[in-house]
């Protein structure tokens, strides 16, 4: 599949409405042709022109993350809205896959790295049970938050049919770039590129 109609589909799939009372997103609908209230983003759009040279995927139209609602790992229930007004790492991942094995301590240094600047790393475990998940974690000293997507409707919702998938959310709840597979999310210009987004 071209690059040009992959990125359309994705965000095909996320342009939806908010979350159910139970925690469950709504099935997706395709996106109008103009969302109300979104413009067409300029090319030169500073922001997503950094996304895209360090090899993210970015929207064509600005539109918010779907909210969500599932059990944070050691607490309760938790939705993704809750982090609004920090900036989001969504990873979607399991304990049995390798790249997403991989990525976890690099992961866990660009956490440590940038956490008190307003940065988050949301971790989503697809289909895994609570033991399983809660085992992995202590044993790989994963610091960051960890919600579990017992049904995986979530991850399918949010398109995460190969994992890792990450999704980059601003502040303000906007979905501002995604990418598949294993990153070093400690290498210098990743870091750097979080760095201004915190700071922009």
Do not use: Q
């Amino acid at each position: 599949m071209k690059p040009r109609l992959y990125a359309i589909l994705w965000i095909l799939l996320l342009a939806a409405g908010a979350a159910t009372a139970r925690g469950r997103p709504e099935s997706p609908t395709p996106a109008p042709a103009r969302t109300p209230g979104s413009e067409l983003l300029p090319s030169n759009h500073a922001v997503f022109a950094k996304l895209s040279a360090t090899g993210f995927e970015v929207p064509t139209r600005e539109f918010p993350s779907t909210d969500f609602k599932l059990e944070l790992l050691g607490a309760g229930p938790t939705n993704l809205s809750s982090y609004r007004g920090s900036l989001v790492l969504l990873n979607f991942w399991a304990t049995w896959c390798p790249s997403c094995r991989e990525e976890i301590p690099s992961m866990e240094k660009l956490y440590s790295t940038l956490k008190k600047k307003g940065f988050v790393i949301v971790a989503v475990d697809l289909s895994e049970s609570r033991d399983v998940v809660k085992s992995f974690v202590a044993a790989n000293s994963m610091t960051y938050p960890v919600l579990l997507d017992a049904s995986g409707d979530v991850g399918a919702f949010y398109g995460a049919r190969t994992i890792p998938s990450t999704y980059i959310i601003g502040r303000d709840g906007r979905i501002l770039g995604r990418t598949i597979g294993s990153r070093a999310w400690d290498a210098p210009e990743v870091v750097s590129l979080f760095e201004s987004l915190l700071t922009g």
